[in-house]
């Protein structure tokens, strides 16, 4: 067995786990690995900022299903990562991030460039390492894509001093990974299983609450048959959207502070609410004491944690959901068929009820002839995509009516940042996902401040010829702030414009991309329609009305019940 | 509620720190936190004395889980167990007051570990009552300084905490059912 380096180690460890794009940015602390880099095979894609870097590889775990991995040297290389590990942290995305250090013996003098990185992500990584021997490099790599992809995934940084990647030892692939300490259950209990069975059985008002770890878990099918069997009504958190069909008829759309009525006060009313891979977040519970009085509640996740944290739990499932629903789907494939039948005669005054709300206070907008509105735009991105497209979002207004108004066919096809809200993750993930799903249209979603957040990247997408093609919904305003301070601060607008805007389309132009400003309506349609042609990113921005609101909406702390589903008449 | 939790974990440098930040971070309490090796030299044993509503005690027991360092975690409390603290006290006692010093140490069988002209350092260990008593006790003769540490813990018999943390991994597998904190009876709207 020959010997090799660290950095030789390194590559090779990446290149056996399956690694074929590696988002980074070199620096002295990671020059040996950047000089294997060479030798390899694996692409890289240098990006404008190490933010970015993360962003990226969020993008293409979300849209591939596989890990993604960011590179990055010591000291502000590293920090400038931790916003977006710690978004990867909250939204539960497999990633692995490298870290160059300073050398061993250099760790703790304040040398230049050095930080203490594994100290800093510490609350924000689902594990992190600091390399001291070269001996363990190979392993804590291959532990760290395992802990990444398995159970409740999440991001793992490795951090991995520079002497490390000069020193040479014999190199053993460790073929199998083993961590004592870590051992997710993935097999739901069968006992657990029947209870949550028997529970949406006897149940009148039921409804499936579904989230993000459905997609991660590749469960769409899963959830989609055992609804359709059953004639559950299914809402989708933020996370969730892409994991059942936004046309069909059992979808009552997204939950939570801005989801739509009839999936908010279907679940406020329900007297079971089947959680699939969800975690009861705030935005979805509002005023979590009035929270579903009615309800009783199954749970199922992988992650115990995430049971019994917000609302109290009935019948808690530990597991994968694929795994947990397949089980449950063999159960009910064992009913006969009398049974299932008398079920849905049980619910079908509760779909009565579902149906009459939905023609209350279905989805709408009033669309404008004077300008050109944002949900207008967004129904149109998906019109011109024909619904087979990946998107991405960045935080704000825009990000919920990309949300509400979602429908695509594809898999995995809603990518945003949920529990973190980091404005200016679009773009970069946008890059990420196109580069790992490069036969799929990729449009980001975004909005004025937010692009600006990360728009260095244009860069990268254009380098490497990456054709994402960004919307921007431009009010001149941080339009989601801007709706708070009409709503709650008596209009009082403080520090939500920017005075000095640069013209988007000119922006492009400068960094080599192709840039369009729209201001009138009947442009919209035929600019998406060109911006789909061309084989390259394109950025478009479109001037929507300024002072647009989304409706409907939870106001912050309030129940449910007291959701708001339009402006006040005039 | 007081809660007395046994949390054994890889002997990795930065253990402690993940720990201690799992506490902070999401504002639990941490009454007393005490470390070292095990017979294993590759694990350790903290005990942990935390307090919290049942709710928070299930949170807190499941974090734990969650993390990779983290092997078996026991909460001692209902479970059989001894308890001991150690401290050590410092006297400032001359004359007639050593001899009072030396009574109260041999009631309660401590140690004098230190003597010199001026008084006494002296060792003792029990259950936080009995360490209470004592130095509250030691008190109106010249304590000059107290060094206390916090709480080592184990189940009473010959199990040992792997064989208890059976019952507390099958919980982890369950989910809150088990662990006696969630609505439990409380969740008459499903038959069972």
């Given at each position: 067995m020959a010997e090799m380096t660290g950095a030789q180690i390194f590559i090779e460890t990446l290149r056996r786990e399956g690694v074929d794009t590696i988002f980074g940015y070199p620096g002295g602390a990671v020059l040996y690995i950047y000089d294997e880099l060479l030798?390899?095979?694996?692409?890289?894609?240098?990006?404008?900022?190490?933010?970015?870097?993360?962003?990226?590889?969020?993008?293409?775990?979300?849209?591939?299903?596989?890990?993604?991995?960011?590179?990055?040297?010591?000291?502000?290389?590293?920090?400038n990562t931790v916003t977006g590990i710690a978004d990867a942290y909250m939204d539960s995305v497999p990633i692995v991030v490298f870290t160059g250090q300073v050398p061993l013996p250099l760790i703790g003098n304040d040398a230049f460039q050095e930080a203490d990185i594994v100290g800093i992500t510490r609350p924000c990584t689902k594990h992190n390492y600091l390399v001291k021997d070269i001996n363990d490099l190979a392993?804590?790599?291959?532990?760290?894509?395992?802990?990444?992809?398995?159970?409740?995934?999440?991001?793992?940084?490795?951090?991995?001093?520079?002497?490390?990647?000069?020193?040479?030892?014999?190199?053993?692939?460790?073929?199998?990974?083993?961590?004592?300490?870590?051992?997710?259950?993935?097999?739901?209990?069968?006992?657990?299983?029947?209870?949550?069975?028997?529970?949406?059985?006897?149940?009148?008002?039921?409804?499936?609450?579904?989230?993000?770890?459905?997609?991660?878990?590749?469960?769409?099918?899963?959830?989609?048959?055992?609804?359709?069997?059953?004639?559950?009504?299914?809402?989708?958190?933020?996370?969730?959207?892409?994991?059942?069909?936004?046309?069909?008829?059992?979808?009552l759309g997204m939950l939570g502070m801005h989801g739509t009525y009839t999936a908010n006060t279907t679940m406020q009313n329900a007297d079971l609410i089947f959680a699939i891979g969800s975690r009861f977040d705030d935005r979805v519970t509002g005023r979590l004491k009035d929270f579903a009085p009615h309800a009783s509640f199954v749970h199922v996740d992988i992650d115990p944690s995430s049971i019994g944290k917000n609302v109290i739990t009935d019948v808690p499932i530990v597991g994968d959901i694929r795994s947990v629903l397949r089980s449950l789907w063999r159960l009910v494939e064992e009913m006969p068929k009398s049974e299932v039948a008398a079920f849905h005669k049980q619910i079908?005054?509760?779909?009565?009820?579902?149906?009459?709300?939905?023609?209350?206070?279905?989805?709408?907008?009033?669309?404008?002839?004077?300008?050109?509105?944002?949900?207008?735009?967004?129904?149109?991105?998906?019109?011109?995509?024909?619904?087979?497209?990946?998107?991405?979002?960045?935080?704000?207004?825009?990000?919920?009516?990309?949300?509400?108004?979602?429908?695509?066919?594809?898999?995995?096809?809603?990518?945003?940042?949920?529990?973190?809200?980091?404005?200016?993750?679009?773009?970069?993930?946008?890059?990420?996902?196109?580069?790992?799903?490069?036969?799929?249209?990729?449009?980001?979603?975004?909005?004025?401040?937010?692009?600006?957040?990360?728009?260095?990247?244009?860069?990268?997408?254009?380098?490497?010829?990456?054709?994402?093609?960004?919307?921007?919904?431009?009010?001149?305003?941080?339009?989601?702030?801007?709706?708070?301070?009409?709503?709650?601060?008596?209009?009082?607008?403080?520090?939500?414009?920017?005075?000095?805007?640069?013209?988007?389309?000119?922006?492009?132009?400068?960094?080599?991309?192709?840039?369009?400003?729209?201001?009138?309506?009947?442009?919209v349609v035929p600019v998406l329609k060109e911006a789909m042609k061309i084989d390259g990113p394109v950025i478009m921005d479109f001037h929507v009305l300024r002072e647009e609101n989304v409706y409907p909406m939870i106001p912050a702390g309030a129940s449910l019940s007291e959701i708001v589903v339009g402006p006040p008449e005039k | 509620m007081r809660h007395t939790i046994s949390v054994l974990v890889e002997n990795q440098f930065g253990v402690l720190a993940r720990i201690s930040g799992l506490f902070s971070g999401r504002g639990y309490n941490i009454d007393s936190l005490t470390v070292a090796e095990t017979l294993d030299p590759t694990t350790s044993r903290m005990t942990i004395v935390t307090r919290g509503e049942d709710p928070v005690i299930e949170q807190i027991i499941k974090q734990l889980n969650r993390l990779i360092d983290v092997i078996k975690v026991v909460d001692l409390t209902g479970v059989d167990h001894v308890e001991r603290e150690i401290v050590l006290v410092k006297v400032v006692a001359q004359g007639e007051k050593r001899e009072e010093v030396l009574r109260i140490v041999d009631i309660f069988r401590g140690k004098i570990i230190d003597v010199s002209p001026e008084g006494f350092v002296i060792e003792l260990t029990g259950d936080e009552d009995k360490i209470n008593a004592f130095v509250n006790l030691l008190k109106p003769l010249g304590v000059k300084e107290v060094a206390r540490a916090g709480k080592v813990a184990m189940p009473r018999g010959l199990g040992k905490l792997g064989s208890v943390a059976k019952s507390v991994e099958k919980e982890r597998k369950e989910g809150p059912e088990l662990a006696g904190s969630s609505k439990g009876e409380g969740s008459g709207a499903l038959p069972a």
């Open positions: 030798n390899s095979d694996i692409r890289h894609i240098l990006v404008r900022h190490e933010q970015g870097a993360v962003h990226m590889a969020e993008g293409y775990a979300k849209a591939s299903g596989k890990v993604g991995v960011a590179l990055v040297t010591s000291g502000p290389g590293a920090t392993r804590i790599i291959r532990q760290a894509f395992f802990i990444a992809k398995t159970g409740r995934p999440g991001p793992v940084l490795v951090d991995i001093p520079k002497d490390i990647t000069i020193q040479k030892t014999e190199y053993t692939y460790p073929e199998e990974v083993r961590l004592r300490s870590y051992n997710p259950t993935v097999e739901g209990h069968m006992g657990q299983i029947k209870r949550g069975l028997r529970a949406i059985l006897q149940s009148r008002r039921p409804i499936f609450y579904v989230g993000g770890g459905t997609v991660y878990s590749s469960a769409e099918e899963e959830v989609r048959a055992l609804a359709e069997k059953l004639k559950v009504p299914v809402a989708l958190t933020l996370m969730g959207l892409g994991s059942f069909p936004a046309h069909h008829p059992q979808f079908q005054p509760w779909w009565d009820q579902i149906h009459t709300w939905n023609q209350q206070h279905p989805l709408k907008y009033e669309d404008s002839e004077e300008g050109i509105k944002a949900q207008y735009v967004v129904e149109r991105i998906y019109d011109v995509a024909d619904e087979n497209l990946l998107v991405t979002t960045d935080v704000g207004q825009h990000q919920m009516w990309a949300a509400q108004y979602f429908r695509s066919k594809q898999k995995k096809s809603f990518i945003t940042s949920g529990g973190l809200g980091t404005m200016g993750f679009g773009f970069p993930a946008a890059i990420g996902a196109k580069v790992a799903r490069p036969d799929v249209p990729v449009f980001c979603i975004s909005g004025d401040g937010s692009f600006l957040m990360n728009m260095q990247e244009i860069g990268t997408a254009v380098q490497y010829n990456v054709p994402v093609k960004v919307a921007i919904l431009n009010n001149f305003y941080l339009g989601m702030v801007r709706q708070w301070q009409e709503l709650f601060y008596q209009r009082r607008y403080s520090e939500v414009v920017m005075k000095a805007m640069p013209d988007f389309s000119k922006l492009a132009e400068a960094f080599g991309a192709k840039g369009f400003t729209i201001k009138k309506k009947k442009d | -």
